[in-house]
């Protein structure tokens, strides 16, 4: 059954800090039903930081070895979480042949019989559906506010509704999770509370196994009308991905799904974020860390993806990717981002100016040939852009007018040897501006900046050493002191 917890207790178990302190290396990976043995078995590699380019290269026989040696030789916790059936498990197996070794494996399965089937000794702990008292102690948690007032009283026919609904849930905890968070939006309304009350009735049937169907299709048919094209968005990730929130924020945008709202003052991604907020406090994504939403899985597949407006480069298993110059004839774009992907080629095509549209372009490259980039100087082209992230390491024929865009709000890997710095001057509505490499300051005139919000965020970055990110008013007090700041 799924929704009984068993992702997220094996999540407290490998945070613990018993088990970080008992293990040499921790690593956990989601399997899914579709189980593709490579794409786990580099996943594992990848969270052990020990996946290289040959290993993408290497056949699955040599990439099973590799990781059986290491388990034999180091002390390793791997969580497989959702694991599916004995054939997945029989795929994944010859990674975890080492005999004589410390390393132990967690997996997390609706199907028992596994455990038994991939270790007759192994240990096998059953979840179990919440009692009455433990499932109203959750909702409580999450549908009401918590205070430490004194005499703080729930409303009697608040907790008679909540009790009535918590029943239909089943002692299923992301049932009761879920129907918490749809409440909580609506509390302390209680003609709402009614009416989720009502529609709970109807929508649960009797079928206990029906019971998180159910909650699901409650949930999505609760959401403004506003959210849900924001939610069917995440759908096209597959299951248990990562995504950076600026990232998501930016493709809604890109894709038209959110946009500014001038008559309450709020530009487009501060309407986004606002949008995501509320998806999470109703529980329909999960918040894993600052600035990161746990949706999917990327894809591994060697393709294009066009998503109407948007387009993203992936990288292929075997062989690298080129920009050619029919990517200036995608003259709808908003999004493109080419970032982690590598090239044969030290130039970007002249014809990515032909992009007028773009609102977020990511050129963080790398370039096998470990030669730097050169991006000709036609982004001031580009005046919608709001998010510019520039390759780490321009060439020194890099020479980049920048000063028309004034809606970027983004600006990555800035400096002085590729860049001009009165340009700054024009960006008013830059919020965050990330210097990378050498940055000269003589001749600027700090007072220009004032028109630039107060919530800017300034970081300088020297080399691989730590990010110094300061507010630009400790930054514009500094400048009179420094003349040159050098990576």
């Keep these: 059954m799924g929704g009984l917890g068993k992702t997220t207790l094996a999540k407290k178990i490998y945070h613990h800090s018993q088990v970080v302190g008992h293990f040499k290396h921790l690593v956990c990976v989601y399997v899914s039903e579709h189980c593709q043995k490579r794409k786990v078995w580099e996943d594992i590699l990848s969270g052990l930081h020990i996946l290289s380019d040959e290993d993408r290269k290497m056949n699955v026989e040599k990439l099973a070895k590799k990781l059986s040696s290491f388990f034999e030789d180091n002390k390793c916790l791997v969580i497989l979480d959702d694991v599916w059936n004995i054939d997945a498990w029989n795929s994944l197996k010859p990674a975890f ?73 089943a002692g299923l905890p992301l049932a009761i999770i879920i129907l918490g968070g749809i409440l909580a939006t609506k509390y302390p309304s209680l003609n709402e509370w009614l009416k989720v009350s009502i529609n709970v009735k109807s929508y649960f049937k009797i079928d206990k196994g029906q019971v998180l169907k159910d909650m699901l299709a409650l949930s999505y048919d609760d959401l403004p009308p506003f959210l849900r094209p924001c939610f069917l968005y995440l759908s096209q990730f597959p299951e248990d991905y990562e995504i950076p929130v600026d990232r998501l924020i930016q493709l809604w945008i890109a894709e038209g799904i959110v946009s500014s709202k001038q008559e309450e003052g709020l530009i487009a991604e501060d309407v986004a974020e606002s949008y995501l907020i509320e998806l999470a406090e109703r529980c329909m994504i999960q918040a894993k860390e600052e600035k990161f939403f746990d949706i999917a899985d990327q894809s591994n597949a060697c393709q294009l993806s066009r998503i109407g407006r948007s387009l993203r480069l992936r990288r292929k298993r075997r062989g690298r990717m080129q920009v050619t110059q029919y990517i200036g004839k995608l003259i709808h774009l ?154």
């Excluded at 009692?131 to 009401?144: G, H, P, R, T, V």
């Excluded at 703080?152 to 849930?169: N, P, Q, R, S």
């Design 97 to 169: 042949s080492a005999r004589e070794t410390k390393s132990k494996i967690l997996l997390t399965s609706r199907n028992k019989e596994i455990v038994s089937h991939a270790d007759k000794n192994g240990f096998l702990y059953e979840l179990q559906y919440l009692n009455y008292d433990q499932s109203w102690e959750l909702f409580q948690k999450i549908a009401f506010p918590q205070t430490n007032s004194p005499g703080y009283k729930i409303d009697a026919k608040m907790k008679e509704l909540g009790e009535g609904m918590v029943k239909h849930c």
């Design 334 to 487: 908003r999004f493109l981002r080419l970032r982690g992907l590598e090239f044969f080629t030290s130039k970007l095509p002249s014809s990515l100016g032909n992009l007028r549209f773009l609102q977020t372009l990511d050129l963080r490259i790398k370039n096998i040939c470990r030669r730097s980039i050169h991006v000709p100087n036609l982004l001031w082209r580009m005046q919608q852009l709001r998010h510019l992230y520039l390759p780490e390491e321009c060439s020194l024929k890099t020479k980049l007018k920048l000063g028309t865009l004034k809606n970027l709000q983004t600006l990555v890997n800035f400096n002085t040897k590729n860049c001009y710095v009165k340009d700054l001057i024009n960006m008013e509505n830059l919020r965050e501006l990330q210097i990378r490499g050498p940055f000269n300051i003589e001749d600027f005139n700090t007072e220009e900046l004032d028109k630039n919000p107060p919530i800017i965020q300034i970081e300088h970055r020297c080399g691989d050493k730590k990010v110094t990110r300061v507010p630009l008013p400790v930054f514009k007090s500094c400048l009179h002191k420094v003349e040159k700041v050098q990576a």
